[in-house]
């Protein structure tokens, strides 16, 4: 099956800086990479995403790159704001019999200081 | 309440209690999910329902049981759990089983076997 790997586990920066989170995945089948931020106490959310046949997404200040041939995709935070401070998941997604089957990255936890 | 909601938030049971948790959505969605968040471990899918049909049943051990009457509600009956199953279950809903279709998740119930 599909094995996604996330790092860091933690990262910290200060306000202002920008923030990078790096997945790989296993599986060359997966076609869409979404980006849940999940706060303390609180749901993961749908932050941004990006599908197989597109290599960049920005929304704003994040943005997501893929790079197909290397498995590889990355989440950009620029001008961090403490307010970016939460788990970050990456996700791979795979067409199964079952549908859409999400497998998750382990988290990073992002702090901005002050 | 609008999105998708979870009952109880919190739960704490003993090896030889049944319990349910209960997932309900708000948003038209016809999938739903249950997913479990252990620390330091990434979400795991247990189970997929599209239409109230069971369509992933990801290795799950028996004691937990799914249930989905109609594409609203969602539960998970637990029974004889073992410590290792504390952890916050995760209820998610989406618009069908397409791969680029967002899950749209819960609150959680942090459950705590005994």
């Known amino acids: 099956g599909e094995n996604v790997e996330q790092h860091p586990s933690t990262l910290s920066v200060q306000e202002g800086d920008s923030a990078v989170i790096k997945c790989t995945y296993s599986d060359s089948a997966s076609n869409y990479f979404p980006w849940y931020k999940q706060e303390l106490g609180k749901r993961p959310q749908l932050i941004i995403d990006?599908?197989?046949?597109?290599g960049e997404k920005k929304d704003q200040r994040i943005a997501v790159t893929l790079n197909k041939t290397a498995k590889h995709f990355s989440l950009h935070i620029t001008e961090t704001q403490p307010e970016d401070s939460a788990v970050y998941f990456c996700a791979a997604s795979i067409l199964t019999g079952g549908g859409n089957k999400l497998t998750f990255g382990t988290g990073t936890q992002l702090k901005v200081e002050l | 309440e609008t999105g998708v909601t979870q009952t109880p938030r919190h739960l704490v049971m003993g090896m030889t209690n049944k319990k349910s948790l209960k997932c309900e959505q708000h948003l038209g969605h016809n999938a739903m999910y249950w997913y479990k968040q252990s620390a330091k471990k990434p979400l795991e899918l247990m189970f997929v329902?599209?239409?109230?049909?069971?369509?992933e049943n990801n290795s799950v051990p028996s004691r937990f049981s799914p249930e989905c009457p109609n594409s609203s509600h969602l539960f998970l009956h637990l029974h004889t759990l073992q410590p290792e199953d504390s952890a916050l279950y995760l209820c998610?809903?989406?618009?069908?089983?397409?791969?680029?279709?967002?899950?749209?998740f819960g609150p959680g119930t942090r459950l705590t076997v005994l």
């Open positions: 329902y599209s239409l109230e049909e069971r369509v």
């Open positions: 990006i599908r197989s046949n597109v």
């Open positions: 998610a809903s989406s618009y069908g089983l397409a791969v680029y279709n967002e899950q749209f």
